[in-house]
């Protein structure tokens, strides 16, 4: 049934949906018959088949696929290294159908079972959380667990105070990160390159700052 699917993968996508979740139900149905080979097997050919939706731009075609292959590794297979690179391509897809929610939710539950997580993973689930919400309730957390991953390095606060200033709507998240990179100079002493970045926020903060203020000041004369 598989085979079949995979070769009329333009379906419409409901009824993509429907043909996969009923295939799935009797891999599920079976399972504790199938060996880990046999299972791998089936979730290979999914994989394959979103992969090959991606190479075609074909974003929202390529999410049924790549659930039901998510469904086989978070039961079977879930602290094996390919869960982290799933759940990075359903994030994508997600974020193309615009959909911030489900894309942070799948990163946020691979990371939480990695082993270990890359500093460039916590950047991405920040800039979904910045997209999901204007509250950033999670962002202290995530930019603390950020500066604690080992390829850590001052490029990547580079990256995050543009992702702040650029994304978020107010002026926390820059706060946030001062906060933790002052965390850093307490521990380690300050260097040439945290002066730069502390230069930075501030550069930033008061930047976004001015305009949050000419912003309100416009609306009040309007």
Known sequence: MFTTIVF??????????????????GVF????????????TVLMILWRAGDT??????????????????????????NHHNTMTLARKLAICYMQNN??????????????????????????LIY????RSRFYSDQDILIAKLMETADFDMDIIT????????????????????????NIINKNGITTNTLHQLILIIRCLIHKKINAHTNNEDSYLM
């Open 99 to 124: 959909e911030a929610d489900n894309a942070y939710k799948y990163l946020h539950e691979a990371m939480n079972d990695a082993d270990e997580v890359s500093a460039n993973d916590y950047l991405l």
């Open 8 to 25: 009329n993968h333009r379906t419409e996508t409901d009824e993509l949906e429907d043909m996969l979740n009923s295939a799935m139900n």
């Open 53 to 78: 939706l991606i190479e075609e731009n074909d974003y929202a075609s390529a999410l049924p696929w790549y659930r039901c292959t998510w469904s086989i590794c978070s039961t079977s297979f879930k």
């Open 159 to 182: 990256d995050l105070i543009g992702l702040c200033y650029t994304e978020a709507m107010d002026c926390r998240m820059l706060e946030y990160i001062m906060k933790h990179l002052m």
């Open 29 to 40: 149905l079976i399972k504790d018959d199938m060996g880990s080979e046999e299972l791998m």
């Open 128 to 131: 979904y959380d910045i997209k």
